[in-house]
């Protein structure tokens, strides 16, 4: 059985959007109500310790999420034969680096000189396998568009997953809620996943489907895996010169910076693949579509970051206590600089929906050995200092990427640039208002007081200030929000790429 897909309709984009968005609210929302309870009921310590447990894996399942699911969404069918041997191919990857991480457990604990990491490290592991096999499911449920499927496993998983931490953490039992917390999620997740698609994978494994979609995956893997070194090692680095409370204070931020990229950059970025990959047959609307995803990455994400930096101190003293307020210099830092990190990865989305995932290995790799360089000189300073550097990292690397869209899919980097000034224009009439209103009209407010005026001094700010720059782009998005569907040569696409 196979399926060939047409472009997708406006109705069906619009759609998948309303249900991603859905996701990202209702599942974020949950996640961070339990996040700032877990907060108030653990010790930084705690989120020290599966911040580094999480640094071996995420790398793990990054493996398993990115590559081969990719591999099937980004191809012209999906035939059973092709996505039995994908989700065995995933199940045994995940089992064979679960073995790995547990073997290693130990080991590492000692390395770090903390006993708890190692207990951790041989428990959460589990969350590999699992992860393998939903991994493939959702990339079949993906390359439907079934984006509703989706939505609802994240918030079923969040939510029972959140009970299930939150139980333990009432219980007494500390760390070990955070590990409950995720095995718990990835359970549920699994069975949402297979309760939408019960037909399961058959007990057949075909060696030329399999070396094709390593062949895709490989470089994809390899690209997401540097990338993933150069927004988690940062963390590793700081456990060998600050304390495991201090590295808890330092994942607060990143938490919070990783919450703000589901309800930004992350939304665009799942949209793009499935959308993209479906107008390869038409340059010229590739490449439309490709500016109008950079146009929406920067229209929400350079907002989003500066308006997270601006409320910073208020935020955290009120939703998570004074205990946390070291917490806020890496915070703001990292949110003001965060639109460098969203733009190189919706480039290599771009890249990867145009065929050309090797690409964006390079550019990945490149990006990484310079961020890995900078923080590791910077880690001895201190949280900001660490901050800082994978910020301009991230911001050096960003004309690299421009460049190879440019030479790609003849996106015209010079147009790109001035279609996003307004944009760019706005965020700083945002910044200065809010500026403005906090030393003049907030100044000496109660924190709740302060937080509020903030956020309605730049949602109008920005809104104001947008609408006047570019108003008539945004009502020209609205009216043809839509994927067009005549055919055209592939190979003008991609082959201009080397």
């Known amino acids: 059985m196979s399926m060939q897909e047409t472009a997708p309709s406006s109705r069906a984009v619009a759609r998948s ?4 968005l859905a996701e990202v609210v209702g599942g974020e929302t949950v996640a961070l109500i339990v996040f700032i309870a877990l907060a108030r009921l653990l010790a930084p310590e705690a989120f020290g310790v599966v911040a580094l447990a999480g640094v071996v894996i995420s790398l793990g399942q990054l493996l398993l999420q990115q590559g081969l699911g990719e591999a099937l969404i980004q191809g012209p069918t999906i035939h059973e034969t092709r996505f039995a041997t994908a989700f065995w191919c995933s199940l045994g990857l995940g089992t064979l680096l679960m073995l790995i991480v547990i073997a290693l457990a130990v080991p590492v604990g000692v390395l770090v000189g903390d006993d708890n990491l190692g207990a951790v490290l041989l428990v959460l592991p589990l969350v590999l396998p699992i992860g393998g096999a939903a991994a493939v499911i ?3 449920l993906l390359r439907r568009m079934a984006f509703k499927v989706v939505a609802l496993r994240v918030l079923a998983a969040t939510t029972v997953g959140g009970i299930a931490g939150l139980g333990i953490a009432i219980a007494g039992g500390g760390v070990w809620s955070l590990v409950g917390l995720q095995i718990t999620s990835l359970v549920v997740g699994l069975i949402v996943l297979l309760a939408a698609d019960p037909q399961l994978p058959k007990l057949v494994f075909d060696r030329r489907e399999a070396r094709s979609l390593v062949r895709f995956a490989l470089p994809v893997m390899a690209a997401h895996l540097a990338k993933l070194a150069g927004t988690k090692l940062d963390i590793a680095f700081l456990a060998l010169f600050v304390t495991t409370r201090s590295v808890g204070y330092y994942f607060l931020a990143a938490r919070l910076i990783f919450a703000l990229g589901l309800a930004t950059q992350y939304s665009v970025n799942l949209l793009a693949l499935p959308v993209l990959s479906r107008l390869l047959a038409d340059p010229v609307a590739f490449r439309a579509a490709a500016a109008r995803t950079l146009w929406l990455t920067v229209a929400t994400c350079l907002p989003a970051g500066l308006g997270l930096a601006l409320v910073a101190e208020p935020l955290v003293v009120i939703v998570f206590g004074a205990t946390w307020t070291p917490s806020v210099p890496p915070l703001e830092i990292l949110a003001s600089m965060s639109i460098f990190s969203a733009l190189g990865l919706i480039s290599g989305q771009i890249l990867i929906a145009s065929g050309k995932p090797a690409l964006f290995l390079r550019l990945t790799i490149a990006n990484t050995a310079l961020f890995l360089i900078l923080v590791a000189l910077a880690a001895p300073h201190g949280l900001a200092a660490v901050a800082l550097a994978g910020g ?3 911001a050096l690397m960003l004309p690299a990427y421009l460049l190879v869209l440019g030479r ?3 996106l015209k980097i010079g147009t790109l640039l ?7 224009s706005a965020a700083v009439v945002m910044v200065l208002s809010v500026l ?7 100044d000496g407010a109660a924190p709740m007081a302060r937080l509020l005026g903030i956020i309605a001094v730049g949602l109008v700010s ?3 200030a947008l609408w006047l720059f570019a108003g008539d782009t945004i009502r020209d998005l609205v009216v043809s929000f839509r994927a067009p569907t005549n055919a055209g040569d592939q190979r003008a696409v991609t082959s201009s790429c080397a």
């Open 17 to 20: 959007a309303l249900w991603r």
């Open 138 to 140: 959702q990339a079949k």
């Open 392 to 394: 301009i990292a991230n």
């Open 408 to 410: 790609c899919i003849g």
């Open 418 to 424: 001035k279609d996003q000034l307004p944009l760019w």
């Open 436 to 442: 403005t209103a906090d030393a003049w009209l907030l």
């Open 462 to 464: 920005y809104t104001a």
